[in-house]
């Protein structure tokens, strides 16, 4: 079972700043299928990226992802307003085909 | 654009069977995958069980001895089965698109909270 990691639990910025968010896989994890989410209160999760790279239809440019392998990452240039939320990281491939990583809370400073 | 709809009752007796179905509108359920996510209360997501539009199914093995997805494609809908419920069990159910080429879930319902309780 491949795990995922995120860090840090909780980012604590201000608007307009840069966020960094972190997801570290257990195994290799297969650049294509590599998906990132977020959620706010009361709302289903939206998907941002997936592909580890290719944003969403609707998403903001803001919004990138990186990385490779066991690691990688999900960047907001500057902070807007509605971008405090919870996001998840998501693998597909192995049993259990697909897990989450357990979220990276972004809040206001 | 795909909208999905969960239904079904709110609050299930321990021991007996969670039914859920998602309605799909603006789309064929017979061109993608679909999917099943639960989240309890407060805590992270978990995926529960997908099937094809051809009715082949994966269910999370620590969920399969209890786990039946189903489709109706008539109707344009499918449908969770989980039996033997627990409180563990309660969580918000959402119905998922499943993109078969990313693996990943693009389209998902509002949500459906369910409550194991007697």
């Known amino acids: 079972e491949i795990v995922l990691t995120q860090s840090p639990g909780t980012l604590s910025l201000s608007p307009g700043e840069r966020a960094t968010l972190s997801c570290t896989a257990s195994q290799t994890v297969n650049i294509n299928y590599l998906a990132w989410y977020q959620q706010k209160p009361g709302q289903a999760p939206r998907l941002l990226i997936y592909?580890?790279?290719s944003r969403a239809t609707g998403i903001p440019d803001r919004f990138s992802g990186s990385g490779s392998a066991t690691d990688f990452t999900l960047t907001i240039s500057r902070l807007e307003p509605e971008d405090f939320a919870v996001y998840y990281c998501?693998?597909?491939?192995?049993?259990?085909?697909?897990?989450f990583g357990p979220g990276t809370k972004v809040d206001i400073k | 654009q795909v909208q999905l709809q969960e239904s079904g009752p709110g609050l299930v007796k321990p021991s007996e069977t969670l039914s859920l179905t998602c309605t799909v509108s603006g789309d064929s359920i017979s061109n993608y995958y679909w999917s099943w996510i639960r989240q309890p209360p407060g805590k992270g997501l978990e995926w529960v069980g997908s099937i094809s539009s051809t009715g082949s199914t994966d269910y999370n093995p620590s969920l399969k001895s209890r786990v039946t997805v189903s489709l109706d494609t008539s109707k344009n809908k499918f449908s969770l089965q989980l039996s033997s419920v627990t409180a563990a069990d309660t969580a918000v159910y959402y119905c998922?698109?499943?993109?078969?080429?990313?693996?990943?879930?693009?389209?998902w319902g509002q949500g459906a909270l369910v409550t194991v309780s007697s």
């Open positions: 998501q693998q597909y491939g192995s049993s259990p085909l697909f897990t």
């Open positions: 998922t698109r499943l993109s078969s080429w990313f693996g990943c879930f693009d389209s």
């Open positions: 592909g580890a790279s």
